[in-house]
Nanobody, 118 residues
Framework: QVQLVESGGGLVQAGGSLRLSCAAS????????MAWYRQAPGKQRELVAL???????NYADSVKGRFTISRDIAKNTVYLQMNSLKPEDTAVYFC????????????WGKGTLVTVSS
């Protein structure tokens, strides 16, 4: 079992910044990749950013150049630095891990709400 706890969400004006954190605990030795997803009201959950153990990173096109995913291995924590926020970034942001050897999410956090006002 892996437990994921997100924090850092809140209300921010357009153009502002937030940093989300995801603290992982439990059986994390097998975790190869972690990611941030988001789900806006009435929309499907979508991948925002992904970081793999070897350091490879992928971003959704909609956040490239504005969001940065990083991790602190010693703290078992993954971060999402979000700059130049837009109202369309408003969503619940979820942290996730993947099943070893696949791209199937096996654990989700409960999410943290980000609201960007115009």
């Amino acid at each position: 079992q892996v437990q994921l706890v997100e924090s850092g969400g809140g209300l921010v004006q357009a153009g502002g910044s937030l940093r989300l954190s995801c603290a992982a605990s439990g059986n994390i030795l097998g975790v190869n990749a972690m990611a941030w997803y988001r789900q806006a009201p009435g929309k499907q959950r979508e991948l925002v950013a992904l970081i793999i153990r070897g350091g490879r990173i992928n971003y959704a096109d909609s956040v490239k150049g504005r969001f940065t995913i990083s991790r602190d291995i010693a703290k078992n924590t993954v971060y999402l630095q979000m700059n130049s926020l837009k109202p369309e970034d408003t969503a619940v942001y979820f942290c996730a891990t993947y099943q070893p050897g696949s791209w199937c999410v096996n654990y989700w956090g409960k999410g943290t709400l980000v609201t960007v006002s115009s």
